[in-house]
């Protein structure tokens, strides 16, 4: 029987990337995945041609490309690249070409990699957060689920996947343990003493594949995921003791850290003060145990800084 094909954006990259590997290390799954990249040529690409993924060159703002790259597939992974660009208008004209490819295609399961439009709890009006752009909250989030119609206006079967924070941005993204003043190591968030729903990158296509795999059960319907909960306290412990020195919790306020002026900070300020002051609505939208039943090998924090310890302690040197 021959294997139904799921088109994967952003297959180089964290999400996508981990749906290609979990697709195509699952032999007997009935699935093969179609990696769609700017860049056939890269070394990536080739690695994911080398677990017998079919390398398809495309750009997501290349409506014909996504056309071809669509064609002839069952699903396809949809994800935006915001940290590419920082524009939200252009992450729901990507998402709307997407959703115009795969209706085109006859595609009969797509994911949809989105997260809240914060402006739903808190609007424009309500100053306990700036408004940024002139009509966001937290352009990262409201871009992608204002982008949630575009799937429906099309009449998809489509699943609206919200993911959660990345650990990997302790190692990646400049989030990780750093000297402070006194020489201590310290993580910084302004998360107060509530708990963040994180997640192995790498699990994120894990679960994707999981979802796949039921199909029909999940198709109009969202589903939130993350490998666990955990305060800023209980992340310092667990780095500590991966790291072999002391790591402590610097809690900020979020106006603090919108302040700190890297790009992006006034963005994440919003979204760790979102996750913060309605934790019991964002965690509730991302069960582990559910998140579990998608992905058995889900990592908790502590597997995932087991692996990656070398790559955590590189990031101190
Ligand atoms: N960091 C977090 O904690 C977190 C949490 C939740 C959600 N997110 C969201 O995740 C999204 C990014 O996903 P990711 O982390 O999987 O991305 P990523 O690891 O940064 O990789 C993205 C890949 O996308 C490809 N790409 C970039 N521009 C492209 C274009 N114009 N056309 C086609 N492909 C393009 C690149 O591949 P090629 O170079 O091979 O083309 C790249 O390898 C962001 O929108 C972010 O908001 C992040």
């Given at each position: 029987m021959s294997k139904k094909i799921i088109a994967v954006m952003?297959?180089?990259?964290a999400q996508g990337g981990g749906l290609v590997r979990a697709i195509q290390n699952d032999?007997?799954?009935g699935f093969t995945a179609r990696a769609l990249t700017r860049?056939?040529?890269?070394d990536k690409a080739k690695e994911l041609a080398r677990l017998g993924a079919e390398v398809v060159q495309t750009d997501i703002d290349d409506p014909a490309s996504l056309t071809a790259a669509f064609a002839g597939a069952h699903g396809a992974y949809c994800v935006t690249f915001?940290?590419?660009?920082?524009?939200p208008e252009r992450e729901q004209a990507e998402a709307a070409s997407m959703a115009r490819a795969a209706k085109q295609a006859g595609l009969q399961h797509v994911i949809w990699s989105t997260l809240e439009d914060t402006r739903k709890w808190v609007?424009?009006?309500?100053?306990?957060m700036p408004t940024l752009?002139?009509?966001?909250?937290v352009p990262h989030f409201d871009g992608k689920g204002e982008a949630d119609r575009v799937f429906t206006d099309n009449d998809m079967p489509v699943t609206f996947l919200l993911t959660s924070f990345y650990w990997d941005n302790f190692i990646h993204f400049g989030m990780g343990p750093k000297p402070g003043l006194d020489g201590k190591l310290a993580i910084t968030l302004p998360m107060g003493n509530k708990k963040l729903p994180g997640i192995a990158a790498e699990d994120i296509g894990k679960c994707a594949y999981g979802i796949f795999q039921r199909g029909v059960e999940y198709t109009g319907k969202t589903v939130g995921i993350a490998g666990e909960h955990l305060t800023g306290d209980r992340m310092a412990a667990a780095l500590s003791a991966a790291l072999g020195r002391p790591v402590s919790y610097n809690a900020v306020s979020p106006e603090v850290y919108r302040g700190?002026?890297?790009?992006g900070a006034d963005d994440l300020g919003n979204m760790f003060q979102f996750k913060r002051d309605f934790e019991d609505y964002f965690c509730g939208a991302r069960s582990p145990e559910f998140s579990r039943s998608l992905n058995p090998g889900l990592q908790t924090f502590d597997t995932w800084l087991g692996r990656n310890r070398a790559a955590l302690l590189a990031t101190l040197e």
């Amino acid at each position: 029987m021959s294997k139904k094909i799921i088109a994967v954006m952003g297959a180089t990259g964290a999400q996508g990337g981990g749906l290609v590997r979990a697709i195509q290390n699952d032999a007997g799954g009935g699935f093969t995945a179609r990696a769609l990249t700017r860049n056939a040529g890269s070394d990536k690409a080739k690695e994911l041609a080398r677990l017998g993924a079919e390398v398809v060159q495309t750009d997501i703002d290349d409506p014909a490309s996504l056309t071809a790259a669509f064609a002839g597939a069952h699903g396809a992974y949809c994800v935006t690249f915001f940290w590419e660009h920082f524009s939200p208008e252009r992450e729901q004209a990507e998402a709307a070409s997407m959703a115009r490819a795969a209706k085109q295609a006859g595609l009969q399961h797509v994911i949809w990699s989105t997260l809240e439009d914060t402006r739903k709890w808190v609007p424009l009006s309500d100053n306990r957060m700036p408004t940024l752009a002139g009509k966001y909250k937290v352009p990262h989030f409201d871009g992608k689920g204002e982008a949630d119609r575009v799937f429906t206006d099309n009449d998809m079967p489509v699943t609206f996947l919200l993911t959660s924070f990345y650990w990997d941005n302790f190692i990646h993204f400049g989030m990780g343990p750093k000297p402070g003043l006194d020489g201590k190591l310290a993580i910084t968030l302004p998360m107060g003493n509530k708990k963040l729903p994180g997640i192995a990158a790498e699990d994120i296509g894990k679960c994707a594949y999981g979802i796949f795999q039921r199909g029909v059960e999940y198709t109009g319907k969202t589903v939130g995921i993350a490998g666990e909960h955990l305060t800023g306290d209980r992340m310092a412990a667990a780095l500590s003791a991966a790291l072999g020195r002391p790591v402590s919790y610097n809690a900020v306020s979020p106006e603090v850290y919108r302040g700190f002026g890297f790009p992006g900070a006034d963005d994440l300020g919003n979204m760790f003060q979102f996750k913060r002051d309605f934790e019991d609505y964002f965690c509730g939208a991302r069960s582990p145990e559910f998140s579990r039943s998608l992905n058995p090998g889900l990592q908790t924090f502590d597997t995932w800084l087991g692996r990656n310890r070398a790559a955590l302690l590189a990031t101190l040197e």
